[in-house]
């Protein structure tokens, strides 16, 4: 079928394109065209008037965990579900991230390589989903962060095997444990070294033989140095930055993946996640936004991503995330693009998403309002279209909200 949006605000996320009253046109096979006003087709079109809308590129939510369930401690509770619960829990988590406009997540760690599973089952048709970046199984050092979901491999051999084994496996990219972390119970601090550069080196150079990325878990400032030193592609987290490390991604041209709201969900729920997570987030809470802001100063590129999956980090808060990162200092354009075109970038795919202009895969959000003016309109999408057809969920418009 073709659609036609008219008499809406077109925010292109390709440079400062913006049509105020413009049209869009496009179908399954992609977007014929986008401007002011569109060549209309002979045969049957489908109008939508989008007076007082805006559209936008579809969302991109660069840190997820489809099978994670949110929960106040997700790995426990991760290590007792079987690859049949985590499977069911994705399959919902993808309804929820695509009634909140996000039709393309990048999965950074799942337990049995479900999102790899998960991601084929919905580019066969078999269920509705995101479009998923998938990382399978984490590599992690023996008893590293996240080791309940994860390969674990100590050395450079062990981690090259592991990298393979997880490219043999359909994963899309890699991800790396640089550091150790705040839900995984251990005597270390949140930022102590794991992986070192030698064998995260290692996973990188698997990864460009083959055209992959890298994501690294990383809180500690000398675990960031050795991560972009060792060549990833993204930063997660980056709690601890210093100008050092900050200038050392600007050179490589590594992307920062901030997860802002992620700890800010559980810094309030003492009794009720494990103390450990709030002994080690008290360490380092007040520094993450100053990391923020110094990547950003910088000018190092900033992909937006929530760490779905986390406690209390249900599907669909990436609004409050770019709202977090406009209340830090980002400009709402600049958020938008964090959303779109950058985070398309950091996965090598803006030659088919993150932008709307002809040629692109056709993933659009309509809202009302401009994002522009006020970014927290995005968290109540009136259409969402993947691939040029309309996601009709029941939770459309029912985005949790977040204080």
Same mark, same amino acid.
């Given at each position: 079928?073709?659609?036609?949006?008219?008499?809406?605000?077109?925010?292109?996320?390709?440079?400062?394109?913006?049509?105020?009253?413009?049209?869009?046109?496009?179908?399954?096979?992609?977007?014929?065209?986008?401007?002011?006003?569109?060549?209309?087709?002979?045969? /049957?079109?489908?109008?939508?008037?989008?007076?007082?809308?805006?559209?936008?590129?579809?969302?991109?939510?660069?840190?997820?965990?489809?099978?994670?369930?949110?929960?106040?401690?997700?790995?426990?509770?991760?290590?007792?579900?079987?690859?049949?619960?985590?499977?069911?829990?994705?399959?919902?988590?993808?309804?929820?991230?695509?009634?909140?406009?996000?039709?393309?997540?990048?999965?950074?760690?799942?337990?049995?390589?479900?999102?790899?599973?998960?991601?084929?089952?919905?580019?066969?048709?078999?269920?509705?989903?995101?479009?998923?970046?998938?990382?399978?199984?984490?590599?992690?050092?023996?008893?590293?962060?996240?080791?309940?979901?994860?390969?674990?491999?100590?050395?450079?051999?062990?981690?090259?095997?592991?990298?393979?084994?997880?490219?043999?496996?359909?994963?899309?990219?890699?991800?790396?444990?640089?550091?150790?972390?705040?839900?995984?119970?251990?005597?270390?601090?949140?930022?102590?070294?794991?992986?070192?550069?030698?064998?995260?080196?290692?996973?990188?150079?698997? /990864?460009?033989? *083959?055209?992959?990325?890298?994501?690294?878990?990383?809180?500690?400032?000398?675990?960031?140095?050795?991560? $972009?030193?060792?060549?990833?592609?993204?930063?997660?987290?980056?709690?601890?930055?210093?100008?050092?490390?900050?200038?050392?991604?600007?050179?490589?041209?590594?992307?920062? $993946?901030?997860?802002?709201?992620?700890?800010? *969900?559980?810094?309030?729920?003492?009794?009720?996640?494990?103390?450990?997570? *709030?002994?080690?987030?008290?360490?380092?809470?007040?520094?993450?936004?100053?990391?923020?802001?110094?990547?950003?100063? /910088?000018?190092?590129?900033?992909?937006?991503?929530?760490?779905?999956?986390?406690?209390?980090?249900?599907?669909?808060?990436?609004?409050?995330?770019?709202?977090?990162?406009?209340?830090?200092?980002?400009?709402?354009?600049?958020?938008?693009?964090?959303?779109?075109?950058?985070?398309?970038?950091?996965?090598?795919?803006?030659?088919?998403?993150?932008?709307?202009?002809?040629?692109?895969?056709?993933?659009?959000?309509?809202?009302?309002?401009?994002?522009?003016?006020?970014?927290?309109?995005?968290?109540?999408?009136?259409? $969402?279209?993947?691939?040029?057809?309309?996601?009709?969920?029941?939770?459309?418009?029912?985005?949790?909200?977040?204080?």
């Amino acid at each position: 079928m073709t659609y036609l949006l008219k008499n809406i605000r077109v925010i292109t996320c390709n440079g400062d394109d913006i049509f105020e009253n413009g049209e869009v046109l496009f179908s399954e096979e992609g977007i014929t065209e986008a401007g002011i006003s569109v060549k209309k087709p002979e045969g /049957a079109v489908t109008e939508i008037d989008g007076t007082g809308k805006t559209v936008i590129p579809g969302l991109i939510d660069s840190h997820v965990h489809l099978g994670m369930d949110a929960s106040p401690d997700p790995f426990a509770k991760m290590k007792d579900d079987g690859p049949e619960e985590i499977a069911f829990k994705a399959v919902k988590q993808g309804y929820e991230f695509l009634a909140a406009g996000i039709t393309t997540v990048r999965n950074l760690g799942t337990r049995y390589n479900a999102d790899i599973k998960y991601s084929r089952a919905v580019k066969e048709g078999l269920i509705e989903g995101p479009r998923v970046f998938a990382a399978g199984r984490p590599i992690v050092m023996t008893g590293g962060h996240g080791h309940v979901m994860a390969v674990e491999a100590d050395g450079p051999d062990e981690v090259r095997k592991a990298a393979r084994q997880q490219f043999k496996a359909g994963a899309d990219l890699l991800k790396v444990m640089a550091t150790a972390g705040v839900l995984t119970e251990s005597n270390e601090g949140p930022g102590g070294i794991q992986l070192n550069e030698e064998e995260l080196r290692c996973a990188c150079e698997e /990864a460009a033989n *083959l055209s992959k990325t890298v994501a690294a878990h990383t809180i500690g400032t000398e675990g960031i140095k050795n991560a $972009v030193r060792a060549g990833v592609t993204t930063i997660e987290h980056a709690y601890l930055l210093d100008e050092e490390g900050v200038q050392l991604m600007v050179q490589m041209g590594t992307y920062l $993946v901030p997860t802002l709201l992620a700890p800010r *969900l559980i810094l309030d729920k003492q009794g009720i996640v494990p103390d450990y997570m *709030l002994n080690k987030l008290n360490q380092i809470v007040d520094d993450h936004i100053n990391s923020f802001q110094l990547a950003l100063e /910088a000018g190092v590129p900033i992909a937006a991503g929530t760490d779905a999956g986390t406690p209390f980090n249900v599907p669909g808060l990436l609004a409050d995330e770019l709202a977090l990162m406009v209340y830090c200092g980002m400009s709402p354009a600049e958020a938008l693009r964090s959303a779109t075109i950058t985070a398309a970038k950091a996965v090598k795919a803006d030659s088919k998403i993150g932008t709307i202009e002809a040629g692109k895969t056709a993933d659009l959000v309509v809202v009302d309002g401009d994002p522009l003016t006020d970014i927290s309109i995005l968290k109540n999408p009136v259409h $969402v279209f993947k691939d040029g057809r309309p996601y009709q969920g029941t939770a459309l418009n029912k985005v949790p909200e977040v204080q």
